[in-house]
């Protein structure tokens, strides 16, 4: 069964920068769109970036354009969301994201000084 993982998650203070990672666990990626989303305590989740396996196209969710950046490295099997500029209201669970496999188990983002 494939798996998505995340990965990059952390502490850090407001006006960092953090660079997610998600992986699956069979070389998959390549093959499908893949999105990001983040769900805070109390809130419902929430779609951030979503990038096309076939021109890499990108979507962005208003909050996150001009901060966030997504990305894909097919060698590697990888996409990546590269946040910068980050807030205090940035901080959730980053899950990604794969039709056909699901949801990956989360990183958590924490954005505190």
């Known amino acids: 069964q494939v798996q998505l993982v995340e990965s990059g998650g952390g502490l850090v203070q407001p006006g960092g920068s953090l660079r997610l990672s998600c992986t699956a666990s069979?070389?998959?990626?390549?093959?499908?769109?893949v999105g990001w989303f983040r769900q805070a305590p109390g809130k419902e989740r929430e779609g951030i970036s979503c990038?096309?396996?076939?021109?890499?196209?990108?979507n962005y969710a208003d909050f996150a354009k001009g901060r966030f950046t997504i990305s894909r490295d097919n060698a590697k099997d990888t996409v990546y969301l590269q946040m910068n500029d980050l807030k205090p209201e940035d901080t959730a669970v980053y899950y990604c994201?794969?039709?056909?496999?699901?949801w990956g188990q989360g990183t958590q983002v924490t954005v505190s000084s």
């Open positions: 069979s070389g998959t990626l390549n093959y499908w769109a």
């Open positions: 994201y794969m039709a056909g496999v699901g």
């Open positions: 990038i096309s396996s076939s021109d890499g196209s990108t």
